[in-house]
C-alpha cells in the first residue's frame, strides 16, 4: 500500500500567480478530498469529489478548483494567490463518500506564498 | 453549522499517568465522530472512531449526547503518545475538524 501520495512537497510562489497541486489516492479508493491546514488550525475542507463529480465544496473562494480524472487522481487549482494561501494543503482519498469509510491522508504540499 | 472544539491546545503528562483530550462538538443531526492523530513527521491518521467502539493504542473515546462531547482518553500514558491529535465530525461528504491539542509525555 503505497498510500496517498501528493506533488510537489514543497512550493514557494508570487502573489497573482497560479498553482497545480497533485494527488494519487490509495489504489481502489474512488473518493477524494482536498484540505488547507493553516498553521496552528485543524485542516479546513475545500472539496470532495467521487467518482469524477465534485460531491461537496468548503467555504472558499472561486479562485480555488478542482477535479478528478478517470484514474481517480486529482489536481487542486488556485488562482490568482494571496499571501493568505499560504498553508498546508492535504489530500485525502477513501473508498467511498460516507463517514465509515475512513479518510487516508497524503503528506500535504506546502504552499508559501510572497 | 457544525463545529468542534478542544479547548486544550497543550497538554503535559508524565508517563504512566491517566490523559485525558476533550472535544466538544456542536450539530443537530447524529454525529459521526472521530480522532485523528498525527505523530512528528508522519502523515495524519485515523485513531478510532466512535461508531466502532474499539480501543486503539489503549484509547479509547465515549460519545456523550447529553453533553456533545466526544473525550479521548487513556489510563497510561506512554512517551510514544507525544503527538497532534485532532477531533472530527463528519457530516455527508465532509469532516470538521478541531483545532488540535499537543500532547508531551515526559517520562
Known amino acids: 500500500d503505497a498510500g496517498v501520495t501528493q506533488s510537489p512537497t514543497h512550493l514557494i510562489k508570487t502573489r497573482g500567480q497560479h498553482v497545480t497541486l497533485r494527488c494519487s489516492p490509495i489504489?481502489?479508493?474512488?473518493?477524494v478530498s482536498w484540505y488547507q491546514q493553516v498553521l496552528g488550525q485543524g485542516p479546513q475542507f475545500i472539496f470532495q469529489y467521487y467518482e469524477k463529480e465534485e460531491r461537496g465544496r468548503g467555504n472558499f473562494p472561486d479562485r480555488f478548483s478542482a477535479r478528478q480524472f478517470p484514474n481517480y487522481s486529482s489536481e487542486l487549482n488556485v488562482n490568482a494567490l494571496l499571501l493568505g494561501d499560504s498553508a498546508l494543503y492535504l489530500c485525502a482519498s477513501s473508498l467511498g463518500r460516507a463517514g465509515n469509510s475512513p479518510l487516508h491522508f497524503g503528506n500535504g504540499t506546502r504552499l508559501t506564498v510572497t | 453549522a457544525q463545529r468542534v472544539t478542544q479547548p486544550e491546545k497543550l497538554l503535559s503528562v508524565f508517563k504512566g499517568a491517566p490523559v485525558e483530550l476533550k472535544c466538544n462538538y456542536s450539530y443537530s443531526g447524529s454525529p459521526e465522530l472521530f480522532w485523528y492523530v498525527q505523530y512528528s513527521r508522519q502523515r495524519l491518521q485515523l485513531l478510532l472512531r466512535?461508531?466502532s467502539r474499539e480501543s486503539i493504542k489503549g484509547f479509547t473515546a465515549d460519545l456523550n449526547k447529553g453533553e456533545t462531547s466526544f473525550h479521548l482518553k487513556k489510563p497510561f500514558a506512554q512517551e510514544e503518545d507525544s503527538a497532534m491529535y485532532y477531533c472530527a465530525l463528519f457530516n455527508d461528504y465532509k469532516l470538521s475538524f478541531g483545532a488540535g491539542t499537543t500532547v508531551t509525555v515526559r517520562a
Open positions: 489504489s481502489g479508493h474512488k473518493s
Open positions: 466512535h461508531i
